[in-house]
Every structure is written in C-alpha cells, then in structure tokens.
C-alpha cells in the first residue's frame, strides 16, 4: 500500500517569509513527485514536479526531493496572501500508474 | 489549447438516474484519468485509459461506467448512485502514461446525489 503523508495544518506563514511545506512517502520504488496547489471548491494545479535527487527552482518555488531519506519538501520564497490554499503532494510508483496523493497541507499566509 | 475541460460544472441526480459526465482535453495527450474527491480528502484514482484503452480500473463500483469514444473525450456515465458517492469528480490529462508525465486537471464535475 503507497503512502504519502504530510502534516495536515494549518501553517500559518507572514507575508514575506518563506513557506516550507514537507512530504514523505512509503514506496522507495517511487520514481516521480509533483506538488498541486488547491484553492478551496477548486481542482488541483500543478504547480512542480521532480524526478531527480536535489533541488529543482522555478519562480518563487523550489522543490526539493531526497530519495535515500523518502522525502519531499517545497519551498515558497516572498510568501503572499494568494498563496494560502492547500498543497497536495502526490506521487507515482515505478513504472505507470495514477497519482497518489497526500492529504494536503493547509497554509495560510497572513498579511 | 492547454486546458481540460469538464461538463457540467454542477449536477444534482436522484439515486434512479442515468447521467454521464463528459472530459475534453485537445493537448494531443494519450492519457487519461478519472479522480474522485470528497470534501476535504486528497483525490483518489478511479479509471486511467492510455491509448482511448482501459488501464486501469481501481475496484470503482460498477455503478461507475467509463468510456473513451476518442483520444480527446472521456466520459464517466453514472447509474443507480447512492449519496455516498457525491464528490467532486476530477477529470485529468497526460502525454503519455508512464510515471514522467505531468497530469494536468479539469475544473471538475461537483455531484450530489438525493
């Protein structure tokens, strides 16, 4: 059974800081990881995905996976209130597959 | 055309109904998926059709009935549901599937069922 846990919340951030959002998953033969962003009564964004061990930038985000220790994490530089929404990480084993996610993590930036 | 779209938004079907939920998605993408989502859950898989074939079916009831008539259009055709199964229902796209490719989701189909 593939598990993806991430603390549920809420974290709260001030606008301005970064935000770290964490993520750790049960199936080592897992090979792809993504992080969605979901604005209440909305459907997932994709917001990053990454293959490789280290870290993987774009924009404001960084993703960063550690595939010896099963961890995930994203990075939210210059936090802003548009940013607070759930972020779902989710992952595919090896080999195909959908996604599985995890139950998301509330965030809250606070003006 | 970057988008993946869903009809109807909304739908409201007594537990005797037959209704189908429609997916578009005009990306080229070979892939696929049906996702339901109860409120304040992460998604869950239900179907995935790669080449407008069945790939994946995970033990949905077959209350639920997929079908992919074209590489662009996936439908899910809904029959004698109970209220349990009112969700949101996500539809999504991938190039390809295989563990690489991003999956890009629809706005869903939020249902309730009387």
């Known amino acids: 059974q593939k598990e993806v846990e991430q603390n549920s919340g809420p974290l709260s951030v001030p606008e301005g800081a970064i935000a770290s959002l964490n993520c750790t998953y049960s199936?080592?033969?897992?090979?792809?990881f993504f992080w969605y962003r979901q604005y209440s009564g909305k459907s997932p964004e994709l917001i990053m995905s990454i293959y490789s061990n280290g870290d993987k930038e774009d924009g404001r985000f960084t993703a960063q996976l550690n595939k010896a220790s099963q961890y995930v994490s994203l990075l939210i530089r210059d936090s802003q209130p548009s940013d607070s929404a759930t972020y779902l990480c989710a992952v595919i084993g090896g080999g195909a597959d959908g996604l599985t996610f995890g139950k998301g993590t509330h965030l809250i930036i606070q003006p | 055309d970057t988008e993946v779209t869903q009809t109807p938004k909304h739908l409201v079907m007594g537990m005797t109904n037959k209704k189908s939920l429609k997916c578009e998605q005009h990306?080229?993408?070979?892939?696929m998926y049906w996702y339901k989502q109860k409120a304040k859950k992460p998604p869950e898989l239900m179907f995935v059709y790669s080449y407008e074939k069945l790939s994946i079916n995970e033990s949905v009831p077959s209350r639920f009935s997929p079908e992919c008539p074209n590489s662009s259009l996936l439908n899910l055709h809904l029959h004698a549901l109970q209220p349990e199964d009112s969700a949101l229902y996500l539809c999504?796209?991938?190039?390809?599937?295989?563990?690489?490719?991003?999956?890009?989701f629809g706005p869903g189909t939020r249902l309730t069922v009387l």
């Open positions: 199936d080592r033969g897992s090979q792809s």
């Open positions: 999504a796209s991938s190039q390809d599937w295989d563990s690489y490719n991003e999956q890009f």
């Open positions: 990306m080229g993408h070979r892939a």
